[in-house]
């Protein structure tokens, strides 16, 4: 499965961006898509997921209120709205395609990763 992130790159303090994951049409329409976001030095951590149907929504604390997961399957893409963004959300951030249909946020769950995109918040 060949999953392309795509969007990242440099934003002042309280901007906003727009992260974008393209799915192979023939394995991702009826799974759970996930974000997760390593920054410097320190592990991978779950972002934000979403299920298969957009019934269910999962988010990690620190992006409720801010971070919005969404998808489009008619383009296979799912789409992470970013804003108010801060120093402490630069991190390379990577799609997965869960092994389901449901919006988990355990890694194991996701067998199917994609490059990762920077996003660099200057303060």
């Known amino acids: 499965v060949q999953l392309q992130a795509s969007g990242g790159g440099l934003v002042q303090a309280g901007g906003s961006l727009t992260l974008s994951c393209v799915a192979p049409r023939r394995t991702s329409r009826n799974n759970g898509m996930g974000w997760f976001r390593q920054a410097p030095g320190k592990e991978r951590e779950f972002v934000a997921a979403l299920s298969w149907d957009s019934s269910i929504t999962n988010y990690a604390d620190f992006a409720k209120g801010r971070f919005t997961v969404s998808r489009n399957n008619a383009k296979d893409t799912v789409y992470l709205q970013m804003n108010s963004l801060k120093p402490e959300d630069t991190a390379v951030y990577y799609c997965?395609?869960?092994?389901?249909?449901?919006?988990?946020?355990?890694?194991?769950?996701?067998?199917?990763w994609g490059r990762g995109t920077l996003v660099t918040v200057s303060s």
């Open positions: 997965a395609q869960n092994r389901g249909g449901g919006a988990g946020s355990a890694s194991p769950q996701y067998p199917y």
